[in-house]
Structures are given as structure tokens and as C-alpha cells.
């Protein structure tokens, strides 16, 4: 049930989606051209969308939101293409070669491009975007980011261009194919960082153009008659099939819901999950869902703590919460129980030796407690050690989730106080991680790549460092088992260490996952070949509307 | 124009104490954002770790965040006085340009707000004061209840009978007028259900008044002793609630910009609290002053027309 | 309060006074006091002792049982964790009212010290506090409020002293003014002449005399304080779930109004009946006031 939140937020508590892949779960789908479609597609019409959030800055070099990667990508293609299942594909780069021992990509690039301001797409142009993102000018507080250990860009001839690193940088294919790395006309970057901020000057070549802007409001797009380069998985070749598309920006769920139910928008996406069903039920309605891959939403608990320092506390807290009974009412069938770090989406990285492992026992629990002297009981029932209660501190920026929420109520049962500390002061949360004054952190990361583990749980990513490393893990062992699988050539072999890791994790009860969520969008019926993209947002390209 | 000196020095005491206002409120408003915890640079950039010692170096000179309290506090007044409000952290943009572009929705929706508030209170109060006591006391309980119903319920009440269920208006604006209904009403009911004991109170103490006994004797019909004479009096006291309904219709904004996805100053607000925006907080706050200055100018000037005994006390010849 | 604008550029009007005047005209029937006061008192009890109306625990919940409709098991239902509403609902009263009292009484403190410092302090100090009090009356009251909240964080905590900020200022206005119409009466100038020494003249005879009659104001500007801690909590700044605050749950509930109306109605209905219980008392307690001192 989280909204989708910026990467602010994600840079204290829930990192955004990097990258996804994965497939449908439960119920949902996520093509509203499937089979049963019917009617062949119709050129034309106009398609309203409702999202939850509005960027602060538009230019995807810059932001760091996930929504800024969403209403960007129909203006901004990239040199790579990744399918809705994963699969890196062509894109504005036709063929790319990996040389130096993984140090150097070299890409050729279609001819046959210009963007929407007519200026021809060509090495120059890649090089103009990547010298952007790098520039200290621009403060990129993501994209830059992504690019890992870049040295340089340089044009081999006209349509073929090298991005050179200082060692071997596996993951910069999959990065070049998000919109934060999305190709811009070489005129707009010199606009300006508040021009290119503002989202009134993104030009790209993408199947559609930036139209008009409202902040607050909505912003429309136009069809880009002259595309032809879409990437062969897309459903089609050619122009988008829709004139125009608008985004409108509406904050409050009921809002939105209510908009989607009168049919004042033909789509809803951040539907919340007690409002699926409901639009599920309606019979011109359908939901389109897609489950994050990546790190699953999990309890990562400070092994550096007072309290967790012992294991035994650990593991009857492991075992304390009842997640297959909260997850189905909180999520009312729309999100999965998790057993391991990684979601079952995730290539090369699930576990499924995990599945049922460790279920929920709260006789082991009490037993476990006893041992390590929590047996007295206060008035409200919660225990106690030499008169102090047993509660467990878990910073939260801005306001706590449904989910932790019933977890709280649950773990009271088990006579275990979860104290949800909520603030919007992102300067006191992040503080208060990286000094380490918590006994557990609730968060999750969407990606496609099973390394995500190594934010977590190699040593040297510390929050302070600006790593994820909330349960202060720092075991040889586990570091020998991530590097081993980041310079292993062979997927299963890659595989072998990170079930490794992600057994460790359970046995020595440095975390609690809990469950898989999944991104869903509410769509009328008569919306045909809308499909969630890998990372779970809504591609407009394919789409059509049918009798409008 | 009878005595311009007068006028003068009033137009000039007047100027004076609207800057004091402005610059009060300035004031205040950077000195209790100072007071806002954490680094402000974390604020501009989030925490994310992906930028370095140095980056937040530059950002804090260029935010001219490394200079000493009292020269940056210097550095705000001077840009205010330019009509400058500096540089957004979040949009990267002027803060001027910001509020500029959302200024136009929310005094779009303000005005029919006040208008229809002020319609609906003048035709209660007229309906009200007759003889008969019962349509009284029906406006009058009503009149309590909207006024305790908090404006976001009231919104979200309307919002769900009229346009998810009966479908008659669209929610968010489109261009189309009907979206302004809602919104406008909730902004509405709350403020007439202020005004119309107060005009009632004004008219019916008005009717005892010796104006109203001349004006009957000459023959006027009812309903014109009652709109032109009686209701200027009765419009008075609600004068005096101006200052009140501009900051219930800015503050009302924030509410309904949000609850009916409507661009504007309120919905800007929001986001800039949540992002810890502090240039834009600034910039509407100095907004707010300004706007208030004129209304309390307008409001007197107002007065003036409709009461001709204070013309000779400003030395305004209005009307 | 003159009924005419001042043509100084001091606000128009203190908006509480205003607004007060405007309530207290309707002829309040002692029937519909005596059902307001006595909702109040429940109000107070469940706010006192909530246990003694819901013996149920707020916060447990109950997945299996959730979005129950009303029925005699759970007289309001259950919302979407199987919590009662009921007990969140009478349980909750502790918050909402907790919020508008304090913040009533921490602005009223904060405006007493402040108006009655402007009165005696001389013309310099009667000049900065009352600017500064005005600067703060020409900020709308949420835009303060949730200034407030940049610096003290969401929470109960943060919206009382978010509603107090601005509900102080006006207060201050009034008690400065009634502070120079009571230093000036006779038993000032009697107890001066009499050689009481000055702090004690202040504190037996000023404070009394010009608090006293601000207690009903106070009333009044409860139901607006209680209404205004909603909307905060409504916008997500104020109380956090799973407090079991009217508007954070109104909040929750809003988006299970097509499934379960009863998780956002309820609360709303408390909220509504609340302001309007103390709003009728309040003008009944002022117009008794009004009365006694014009016989």
C-alpha cells in the first residue's frame, strides 16, 4: 500500500526502483491487450491518466524521483530498450559491443533518428547528454549516479560512440535503458537547469511530444507523426496510436478513485489496495498489475542495537508477526506473503529454498524471550526486563503504512511494543540512521539486478557512507560471498552465492521480509494495449481507445 | 478631491503602515524559519548520498546559505523590495515565477468564492429578516452547522454526491466552468454562514433606525427600503470581517486545491511544507501580506462608499 | 469594537470577535442547551475515562473481522485492520479535544502575556508587539500553522502549538485593549493611589478583570481550534495514524466510503457535534455573560 514515493524519501527508507522486471501475480494483469481485446486498434483519440504525485524537477538528468521517470518517457528514449519481462533490447543504439574486460561500451546508433525539434540524433548528441549528466552544473542527484565508475564519452564517428569506465561496470546497459539516461536534444541542455526544471522545454525523440503544461494540473502530449524507431518487443512500429495523452496530477487517492469510477479519466495509477477490488467489481473497469522485483518491503533489524544485539530477540521477533494473515488483510489478495530478500521476479537471485522456512511460532517466540530475561508483563500487557518494555524503535519518514501499522497491532499480541516513529523531518530520520538510533528500518528496492543485496549487506555500505546497510551486518563471510557473485561470469553461479547471503540473512535473523508489492493502475475497458512497463509504470505507447 | 492634502497625508500614512505590515511579516517569517530544524542543503538535495562534500558546497553558496544570518536576512529585504522572492530548492526556479503561474487559479477561485458567499448571505438575510420567525430559525440552525462542519468534509461530501454519484460536475479543472462549482462552494458555504448572521444583525438593527422610517414615509416600496438603504447600513459590520475572509479563503484554498486536484497558491504551499521549500513558504507568506494590504485598503475604501459619514474623516471623495 | 473600519491599516477586525458576535445573536433555547451540554459532558467523560464508555482496546486488531458493518457486536463497525470504530471513535475524543483545548489555552496564555506586555510596557513595546501581532494577523491561520509544523514535525505535539500560533495573536488585540480600558477605571486609580505597589496591582486587579471576560471568547474559539486540528490532521501533518485522532481517521476512512461508510462517518459526526455542542454553549455562557453586565 505504499504510495510510490520520491527519492527522497527512498534515500532514507525506500530506495526507488531502479530497474524492474517481473511478471503478474495474482489476479492482476498487466496488458489490456491480451487476448479477448477483440476490435483491431484504432488510430486516434485522446487518453486521460490520474497519478498520485507531480515532479518538483522535470529533467530526468537531475531529479531523483521514480515519477519523473514516468512522465518523461514518452518524451525521452534511450540507447537501450528493456522489455516488460527484463530482456535488454536495441534501441536509439542498434548494436552495442562490451570491450576492455567490461570497462567499455560501444554503441552504434540508428541513422535514421531526429527528435522532435529537428536536430538529427548522432554520437554528438549522446555525448552532449552524458557530458550533462556528469557536469558538476547540472547537481544530478541520481542520474550521475547510476553511471558508477564513468570516466568519459567519445565519438568514434558519426553514429557510433564509446562510454568508457575506470573498471568493469556490469550494470550500464540496464541503466542506459532508464529514462534517467534518456537521450535529449542537444539545443535544450544549454536551456537552462530551471527551463529544463520546469518541463517546458523537454524535447527527445520519443513517440510523444511535450504539449502544454499546467503545474498543479496536468500536462498533455502530443503524438510525434514522424516515430519509427520503437524497439522491436513494443507491440507496434510507427507513430503512437493515440493523438494525445494528458497526466493529471490529483493527490488524494479518494479523489482519484472517484475520478476513475465517474469515468473523468480513462486510468488511475497508485490505486490503493482496498480500492482494487472495488474497481475490479466495476464491469467497465479492469486493474493492471505488476509486482515489484528487487529487495521485497522487509523489517532489516540493527544487530548493533541494545536490544537486537541479541540474536535470540532477533529471532522471536522473526517469528512474532503472523505476515500471512496481515498480508492478506492489508493487501486484500493483491500483494504475497515474502519468505526471502529478493522477490520471486528477480532474475538470477530468488531463493525459493526459503519458502515456508520460517513461519510464524509464537510459542518459539516466548520461549526465546524468556531466555534472554524479557518475562515480566506491565499493565498493558507488553514485557518487560528489570521494569523496562520490550519496545522495538522504528524511525519512519512521514507518515507510517497501513501494513506497519497492523504489524504493530500484531506484534502486541506477542507482548512486543513497535514504536512507529513518524517525522517529516528528513534531516532528523536520516540522522537518526546514520547514528544508528533504531532498532529496526522498514524499506524496500525495486530492481531488476539480485546486486541490490550488496547495498544491504556489504560491509562498507553504511548509511553514513550513504548505503543501505540498516542491520550494520559485517561478516567476511558475507562480503567474500557478494564480491564472488558481482565477478562470477555464470548466472547460476551468481545465483549459488546470493541464496547463500539470503539464507544467512533468515538464520541469523537480521531480517524480517514481508511481503511483495505489487504497482497497480485502474483502466476502463475500453482502454486497449496499455502495458506496464519493466518497471511497473504504464506505457502509453501501444495504447488505444476503442469507440472514443 | 475637496482637501488634497488630507488625502495626501492619508495615502501616505496608509503606503506606510501597509509596508510595515509587509515587512513585519517578512521578518517574521525568516526568522521563524530559521528555526526549522536539520541542514538546509539536505533539504535542497534530499538525503540522497549521491551527492558529495563539494556539490553541497556549491549549493550552499549558490543558495547564499554560507553568508551570516544578518546579511542573509538583509539579502531577502532587498530582494523583496525588488519585487524578487529568490530561487525555489525544489523547482529550481524563481520562486516569483513559481507563485506567478498559480497565483491566476487560486484568484480565479477566491473571487467567485467571495461573490457567491456574499450572494448567498445577502439573499438569506434579505429571506430572513421578515415578519415571520420560522425561516429565521432554519437559517440559523443551518447557518451553525456548516460552520462547524470542517471545509475538507464538506468538500469531499459534495465531491462524492455531485460528481462521483450524480456525475453533474467534473472534479479537476479541465477549462470546463462546472468544475469551479464544488470548489467554490466549499469555499463558499462556511464564509456566508459567517456573513448572514452578521448582515441580519446590521439589517435588523438597521430597520429601527430613523433613515429607514423617512425612507418608508417617502413611499419606497419595502424591497427597495430594504435593499438600498437598510443593507448598506447592515453592510458595515460584515465590512470588518474582510481581513477574516481573506485568510479563510487562503487558508480554505490549501484545502480545496488539494481535495479537488486544482492547481494553485494552496496546493504550492502544501507541496513546499512537505519539501521543506523554505524560499516558496517565504514567498506566500510575503504574498499573503500583500494581498491582505490591499484587501484592508479596498475594505476601507469600501467603506467609504457605502457610508458617507467617513468621507470628510479620510478626505476621500469617493462614489 | 467599533462598527465602523478604522481607517488605520490595523486589521479590520479581531476575526474571533467577529465571528462570535455573529454566533451569539440566535436566541439559544434552553432545550437545545441542555442537549448540547449534555453531549459536552459525555464528551468530557469518554475524554477523561474513555474505558468507561468502550471497554475495547483502540488499537487491537483483527484482520479476520475487518470492515464489519454496525451491528450490536461492534455498534459502529470495524474499519479496514478490524479495529473497533467505536472504541477509536470515543477513544480518539482524548486527541481531538486535547488538540483544541491546548491549543486554545496555550494561544490564550501566549496572547495574555503579549497584550497585556503592550499595555504596560509603554508606547515602544505597545508599538512592536502590536505590529508583530499584526504581521500575524494578516497571515492566514493554516499557512501559520503549518509553518509551525516545518519546525516541530507533524504529531499532536506540533498541531497544538500550530493551532495556538494562531490563535494567539487576535487574543493578544483583545486583552491588550481591555488591559488600557481596566488600568485606566477607578479601582486601578484607587488601589495606585493606595500605594499597592505596582506588580501586585497588575496581578490582583489588571489580570483578573481582563481575563475573565475572555473565557467565553476562549469557548468560542474552541469549536474553530477543534475544526482546525481536524484539517491538519486531514492534510496528513497533524495526529499520526494509528492515532486514533477524528481527522487522521476521517483521513483513513475516506477511501472506504463506496465499501464501508461507517469508518469515515462516525468520526465526522463526533467532529461536526463536537464544534457545534461547544459553539451553542459557548454563545449561551456569553450571552448569560452579556447580560449580567448590563443589569
Redesign the interface.
Known sequence: MHPRR???TA??LLPLVVAAAGCSLGGGDDDTSKPGAGAAPRSGGSLTY?TDQ?P??WDPH?S?QDVTSFVQRPVFDSLVYQTPDGTLEPWLASSWTIGDGGKTYTFSLRKDVTFTDGTRFDAAAVKANFDHITA?AT????A??ILGPYVSTTVVDPYTVKVSFSRPYGPFLQAASTTYLGIASPKTLTAG??KL??GTDSVGTGPFIASTY?????RVYRRNPAYKWAPKDAAQSGPARLDSVTI????????????L??R?VDAAGAL?A??QT?VARNSSLTVLSKADPGAVDSFYLNTKSPLFSDIRVRQAFQRSIDLD??V???FLGTGKRAWGLLAPTTPDGYDAALDNSWPVDRTLAGKLLDEAGWTGRDAQGYRTKNGKRLTVRAPVY???T?FS??V???L?KAGIQLD?E???????V?GKLDKGQYDVVETGWASTNPDILSQFYLSTNTSV???HNFSHVADPQVDSWLKAAQAATEPADRAADYAKVQQWAIQQAVVVPMYVENSSVGVAKNVKGLRMSVSAWPEFYGAWVEGK | MRRPPALLRYAATRLASAVLVVWAAATVAFLVLQLVPGDPVKAIVGSHALVDADQRAQIRHQYGLDQPLIVQYLHQLGRLARGQLGDSYQLQQPVKDVLADQLGPTATLALWASLTAVAIAVVVTLLTTGRARWPRRVAQVTELVVVSTPAFWLGILLLTVFSFKLGWFPVSDTGDPRSLVLPVLTLALPIAAVLAPVLREGLLGALDQPFTLTARARGLAEHRVRSHHALRHAALPALTLAGWFTGTLLGGAVVVENVFARPGIGRVTLQAVGDRDLPVVQGVVALSAVVFVVVAALVDLAAVVVDPRLRRETGVAAA | MTSVPSPSLAPPAVPEAAVAKARRQLPVRSVVVALAGLFLLLVLVATAFPSLLASGDPSATDPAGALAAPGAHHWFGTDQLGRDVFDRVVHGTRYSLAIGAAATGVGMGAAVVWGLAAALLGRFGDAVLMRAADALLALPGLLLALMVILITGKGVVGTTFAVAVGVAPGFARVVRSQALVVRRSGYVDAAVGLGVPRPLVVVRHIVPNTVGPLLVLATLTLGAAISTGAALSYLGLGAQPPTPEWGAMLTEGQGYLDQAWWIALFPGLLLVGTVLAVTVVGRYAQGRDERRSVS
Open positions: 520520491t527519492v527522497r534515500a532514507l490520474a507531480e518538483d524537477c537531475v531523483a558538476k547537481q544530478s542527484q541520481y550521475a549516479g537547469a530551471d526544471c520546469a499546467v503545474r498543479g494540473q496536468q493529471r496530477f490529483v493527490p488524494e487517492p479518494a479523489t482519484r478513485v472517484g475520478m469510477n465517474s473523468q490503493p482496498n480500492q472495488a494473515a496481515l492478506k488483510s492489508v512521514g507518515q507510517a497501513v501499522q497492523a504493530q497491532g500484531d502486541k512507529l513518524a517525522s517529516t523531518d528528513a534531516a532528523e536520516s557512507g550513504g548505503g
